[in-house]
């Protein structure tokens, strides 16, 4: 469907996970405190689903802008645009499910009509699978988003294997379905985590526009980075776990309904 999908995911390397008094998007409270360490057994999802379509969500060459501070040169296998044709957009929410975020969210798109892609960590899966079920309920997209939330390209592979693979089998086995899009922890990919996940039969996922909700800017901050930045195929991240997010609970109320009286579409991603 989505062949014409644009240039390159937004990578914002540098920021990390641990230690968790880092200061980073994800790294306060609201996740599960266990850390449990992830299995270097063989994932019993081995994937691929589609093997001869490598990086399905395939981007157009040349497109690789990505601008603020600390940010790296992105991969350019990675989407984070996506040229439908249509007045589309692609709202994402990482780090989740989230007992109470996640819900919340849920019951903003639904009121809105809205579709979107959560990317939820495994180990929040693992504890709140219901809520894996209401995403998938409600008609929205899940992707992989690994099981702990570490970063792809410090990993030797058969750890990021794990941790995408076990992911894939926890999501399939509450769902019924293995996820087809994934996207690396704070956007860090490389080719090896790239070749692994389309060996799972994932498509990777960037961003074009960072709500930057993990700042906590208030909620007219949130608001403003994605109205001020929204265009047609946009993807947007936003977060349902890994911290406070009722900021970003109120922003999606109050910027969904204007972008969608301007005619945008939000939409789920389907590679
Ligand atoms: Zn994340």
Known sequence: MLQAALAVGALSAGR???????GTPEAAAGRPDRHRPPPHDTPRYPGPAHPSEAYRLRPMAGETSLS?????????????????????????FDDGPHPRYTPEILRVLRRNGAR??????????????????????????????????????????GAVRSELGRTSSLIDDVLGTAPNLARAPYGAWDDPSLS?????????????????????????????AV????????????????????????ALD????????DGYRPARIEP
């Not at 990390?16 to 880092?22: A, G, R, S, W």
């Not at 979107?116 to 997209?141: K, S």
């Not at 109050?254 to 009286?261: E, K, N, Q, S």
Request: net charge negative.
């Open 68 to 92: 603020g501070p600390g940010a790296s040169p992105p991969h350019p296998d990675v989407a984070h645009t996506l040229g439908t044709g249509r007045r589309e957009i692609f709202l994402t």
């Open 254 to 261: 109050r910027y969904l309904p204007h972008l969608m009286a």
């Open 227 to 250: 109205m001020a930045e929204i265009r047609p195929g946009a993807i947007v991240l936003s977060h349902d776990g890994g911290g406070e997010r009722s900021q970003t609970v109120d």
């Open 196 to 224: 692994i996940c389309n060996e799972l039969g994932m498509s990777p996922v960037g961003w074009a526009i960072d709500s930057r909700d993990w700042t906590e800017p208030g909620v007219d901050g949130i608001t403003d």
């Open 116 to 157: 979107a892609t959560f990317f939820v960590i495994g180990e929040n899966a693992d504890a709140f699978p219901e809520l894996l079920q209401d995403i998938a309920d409600d008609g929205h997209a899940v992707g992989n988003h690994t099981w702990t939330h570490p970063q792809l390209t410090k990993l030797p592979p």
């Open 16 to 22: 990390f996970f641990f230690p968790p008094q880092d």
